[in-house]
């Protein structure tokens, strides 16, 4: 356990960087939750329903437990070194400059995309009473300035004191949860018991549709990192992060479950117009809640949901804005990658440069890409991609640092780390062939960063050397993306199931490999302060 002084230190690194700590538990597993609950929890539930007819209800219980080694990883990573965007800096310590930048550069984008593809989602929405924002699945040109102006919006509300929007989220928050819950109890007195066996069983895809399932319910848990992008605005994170993480893990479980299990009892198959049986037409339909609200005679169900969906939307957004400029100042005040001007700080303790530059990013981007389908996929991969070098990272510490105070142990982690590595790696060819060649490409663009870090910093050929993994792991599991499974959009050369057999493996021996570099570079480490002690120098 930490000591009163190690606590003590905390604080006065915060104090240090000009972050206020005043997030308490609730706002805290309310962030966290906040961040998870996103508009995706309006199709998601159903989505599963399409791809393994009753059997994916089962997948939100075995995403979960796929998911928390990860989670958890992170949050011994998260107690140990609480550090604002600390996605960004935790692979930097551990592997080097070189996956150091490809990970940074990778969170950054993920969160940066994040934010116009929630607001799209947002806006995708409203149009349910204003058609004139969408049309032809994509956002008007009304639409594109009626998202940038919420961007601004959003914008504000990260310029506030954290504590204020703490206080923000909570109720938002609250309402998202009340208003699903709602929902769900209501659609459960609709319940059609023959739902769960009449067309063509409890499993009518067999496996592969409930593996299908799975890799679309495992994204639904992403939000968890919330509480470690935030950790250094946290009172006593030794002691509030590991419960408020494990605690909002529960209530999202509970929550989609309910979703999906309440939606498919309550199928009238002739009110929602699909075909009885058919399971796959559920993913036909533009609004499931609307839809199963008429269905069951109930239209205020799906104004409700609406309602629900709108602030779930709006809330994600800001959280996630917020979670991007921190990860913006991490590169800056950390890892050295950006100029210096991103580590200034308001007095209210806001990054404020760092915020300035998700605005403007997150607005190109929705003029590019005013899709919530074009930009989803693409969301998805990024902030994958930067979730497998975290429990690699614990597993270098534990060898580098055994003696570093860490409020929460992630138990077995020599078998639990590569594990959260292996799913972290799956997620990523799981989200598809579509999103992962154009994203890891782009991941390569942060390359560049290195040409302003070595201004800074010299690097070694050790440092090339031991950070060579990366690329290499990312070229390949863009190579089996290509040639894998047709369920995720690659030629079928490896059918499914052995196609993630076959990731599975290499993500192994990569982990293995990552490993052994890291520990490797540790042995040259030139970063001249604890990592405890503020920003890293070199």
Known sequence: MKSDLDYANQAADSKQSGYKKELGFWTVVFLATGGILGPAVGFTPVSVLALAGPSGILSWIIAFLL????????????????????VAYYPAKSSGPIVGVMNAWGSFVGYALAVPSIVVAFVEYLSYWFPGLYKGGTLTTTGIVSAIAVTVVIFWINTLRIRYMGQLNNIFTVLTIVGLVVVSVVLLTHMHPSNFHQFHGFVPFGTSGLFLAISATIYGYGGFRQPIDYAEEVKDPGKTIPKAVFLTMIITLIIYFLESLSYLGAINWKGIGVQAGNWSGLSSLAYPFVSIGHGIGLPIIGLIAMITMLIASFKDGYIYFGGASRVGYSLSYYDGYLPKVFTNMTKNGIPLPSVLLVLVVSSLYIILLPSFSSLFPLVASA??????????????????????????????YKILAPFAFVISTLMIYWSGWA??????????????LLFFYRKHSRITQDDWRRGLWLPIFQIILMGLSYIGSKNFGGHNLIPSPWDTVVVGIVALVFYYWGLSSGLKWQEHDTFTESPSAGAVTR
Do not use: C, D, N, Q
Not at 69 to 86: D, F, H, I, R
Not at 402 to 412: G, K, T
Not at 435 to 448: E, N
């Open 435 to 448: 999103s992962v060649h154009i994203l890891i490409p782009s991941v390569f663009i942060g390359l560049l």
């Open 67 to 86: 998911i928390m080694a990860v989670a958890m990883a992170y949050v011994e990573l998260g107690t140990m070194w609480p550090k604002a965007g600390g």
């Open 383 to 412: 902030l994958l991609l930067s979730y497998a070098p975290g429990p690699l990272s614990l597993a270098i510490f534990r060898t580098k640092y055994p003696h570093e105070p860490r409020p929460y142990v992630l138990p077995a």
